[in-house]
């Protein structure tokens, strides 16, 4: 059964989000009700403008940018959530879609009143994160895919997509963790690999088969990314990324690569990677 709530219930918890946490707090911890009724949990803090957003992958939640948001507190607004089904956040909900998530990015970006917002994604955040601009097109100064967005003409027939989910569904946990466990480069510390498999294999197996299948029928080229925000993003080397391809569909689309590290690129080498997306966001806003 979803969770609903009225307009009245959502002024009183965005009342609750400004003023009932001591103004001397650090990290303001708040809950905010996405389109559809699912309650959003988000941490904002530090000053500072524009405002960065950050935003989760697959069967992730927003403990995996740990490693950025004391760096880029100290000169932004931080602004970071769990989307629906995954973290904190509620999960009410029957599909988990690519344009449901990107609701609940757009509902926290309301909530904090970030103007001119630079929204940040990781793998599945980067596809979210369009959907946030197609929402919130005036609010969005520009768009940072993390490992994400690798060739916009990349799609699945219906046979490939049941192929590739079926072990998922026969068996959620080991399938996850072999998959995950894909995404390191060799010589990637074991402790980490079993930490970030470990996590994510244990994520709700009704959420990741949902945003899965999701994720494999999306395709730009059936119904491209109609967004006028510019995007950039900070992709590793594992798998090649055509930015002559996205052009076609994002004229503004600018790439950085990260050698010799895997998916989880922001936490496998955070302070290289905390430097390369300071430089993309001096371009974004010199």
């Not at 708040?30 to 530090?46: A, N, W």
Request: glycine share 8%; with cysteine.
């Amino acid at each position: 059964m979803k969770e609903k709530m009225g307009p009245a219930i959502v002024v009183l918890v965005c009342l609750a989000i400004l003023f009932v946490v001591p103004a001397h707090a650090k990290v303001i911890n708040g809950t905010v009700i996405s389109k559809d009724g699912v309650p959003i949990s988000f941490s904002v803090s530090g000053k500072g403008e524009p405002a960065l957003v950050f935003v989760h992958g697959w069967s992730c939640d927003r403990s995996f940018w740990r490693k950025q948001i004391p760096y880029f507190e100290t000169r932004h607004r931080v602004v970071a959530l769990d989307l629906a089904g995954h973290g904190a956040s509620g999960s009410g909900r029957d599909v988990y879609s690519l344009q449901a998530f990107g609701e609940d990015v757009a509902a926290v970006v309301r909530a904090v009143g970030a103007r001119k917002a630079i929204l940040i994604g990781h793998s599945m955040g980067g596809p979210v994160i369009i959907e946030t601009a197609k929402i919130l097109p005036d609010d969005v100064l520009a768009l940072v895919g993390i490992d994400t967005m690798q060739d916009f003409e990349e799609s699945f027939t219906p046979e490939q997509i049941k192929e590739f989910i079926k072990p998922f569904k026969e068996h959620f946990k080991k399938t996850a963790d072999a998959f995950v466990r894909g995404m390191f480069v060799q010589g990637t510390d074991p402790e980490f690999i079993d930490e970030i498999a470990g996590k994510m294999s244990n994520a709700s197996e009704r959420v990741g088969i949902s945003a899965m299948e999701e994720m494999l029928n999306m395709s730009y080229k059936a119904d491209p990314p109609k967004i006028k925000a510019p995007v950039w993003c900070l992709n590793s080397d594992l798998w090649p990324t055509k930015p002559v391809v996205n052009r076609k569909y994002v004229p503004e689309f600018n790439l950085r690569v990260m050698k010799g590290v895997g998916h989880f690129l922001m936490l496998e080498s955070p302070d290289e990677f905390n430097r390369q997306l300071d430089r993309i966001l001096t371009e974004i806003d010199p």
